[in-house]
């Protein structure tokens, strides 16, 4: 049986962690300089992705 391929698009964004999915906020990669402080700042500290949407990442590697 072939091995399964990581999802290369979804682990550049997840993140597991012990109990939960790790996420960033979006917009937060590239052309933050034309950005206010405040959505630059805001977008440093990470959030958990909720469980319906965790239970849908359970066949996807990453």
Do not use: W
Not at 13 to 40: E, W
């Amino acid at each position: 049986m072939p091995k399964i391929k990581t999802h290369k698009g979804t682990a550049k964004v997840l993140n597991k962690r012990k109990n939960d999915v790790k996420i960033g906020h979006p917009g937060t990669r590239h052309n933050t300089g034309k950005k206010n402080a405040a959505s630059n700042r805001s977008g440093r500290c990470a959030s958990s992705l909720s469980k319906a949407d965790a239970n849908r990442f359970k066949k996807v590697q990453f």
